[in-house]
């Protein structure tokens, strides 16, 4: 069976999980509580209460999800209401959503997925009168654990009929390591990104981009492991002198806490920004 080629968005994910985290391992700078509990029919809810400096924000969000289709909505303390709806195989590898937020009333968008042998297709099309186009395509060979993509994106603004965004990129997967190099930002920045898988527990990797436009260069270096009790360690350094670090781990079965802390090396009187993290499942 032929492997799924990689959306183009997923070129340097590798290094993106490593260096600013995923589902696991989110360097994150404030104070938030997550708690989660699932209903017998298959709901899930979760309620998010996150401390910015002086101010509370809170947030309530749904799911539901089953072979053929899924349901999301969410409502915070702002008065926000979001909610998508996801319709799978809608034909052979084509996934479909439709999504918006109320009070926005320009915020609804179709998205179309496609996905076939050495091709993916994403597209994101504005429920306006004067809608925002975003398409992007993949295409490459998959043959094992061994994987290259090429790919780019274009999106279009109907009203000021013109191309407002472009990117191309090439991405390799391979067992041990993972590598990409993108044009974006329409030509103006060169980024690239690699990640080293150096053991069964531990990652290295970094991405650097360069302002072609602006003769400048910005990197990130970082890297992993699991440790023995299954907890999760980074750390994280960027050409500005800013150190970072995470510590996550499982309390219980059920409850997570993640560390996160980062001072500028550079500038020591600069007070440094700590954070934590909190996830309850019920």
């Known amino acids: 069976m032929t492997a799924k080629i990689p959306a183009f968005q997923d070129i340097g994910k590798s290094a993106r999980e490593l260096l600013y985290g995923s589902k696991d391992g989110v360097f994150q700078f404030n104070k938030t509580v997550t708690i989660t509990s699932r209903t017998a029919d298959g709901v899930e809810f979760a309620v998010v209460t996150t401390q910015k400096e002086d101010r509370l924000e809170n947030s309530l969000k749904a799911n539901y999800k089953t072979k053929t289709y899924g349901l999301v909505g969410s409502f915070n303390s702002a008065g926000k209401i979001t909610a998508s709806a996801s319709l799978y195989d809608l034909a052979p590898g084509l996934t479909a959503v439709v999504s918006g937020t109320i009070p926005e009333q320009s915020s609804g968008t179709l998205s179309l997925d496609y996905s076939i042998p050495h091709l993916t297709l994403k597209s994101v099309v504005g429920l306006t009168n004067t809608p925002k186009i975003d398409v992007s395509a993949s295409s ?22 013109a191309i407002t965004k472009w990117s191309v990129g090439v991405g390799y997967n391979a067992p041990d390591y993972q590598a990409g190099i993108s044009l974006v930002d329409m030509g103006e920045t060169l980024k690239l990104s690699y990640a080293h898988n150096i053991d069964a527990r531990s990652t290295a990797g970094a991405e650097v981009q360069r302002k072609l436009t602006k003769d400048m260069t910005s990197f990130t270096l970082g890297y992993a492991r699991r440790l023995d009790g299954g907890a999760i360690t980074k750390y994280r350094l960027d050409n500005t002198g800013v150190a970072s670090a995470l510590y996550e781990t499982n309390l219980e079965t059920k409850t997570k806490v993640a560390l996160s802390a980062a001072f500028n090396a550079l500038n020591l009187q600069q007070p440094p920004k700590v954070g934590v993290a909190l996830n309850m499942t019920n």
């Open 140 to 161: 490459g060979r998959a043959s094992g654990l061994n994987n290259t993509v090429v790919g780019g994106e274009v999106a279009y603004d109907t009203e000021k009929s």
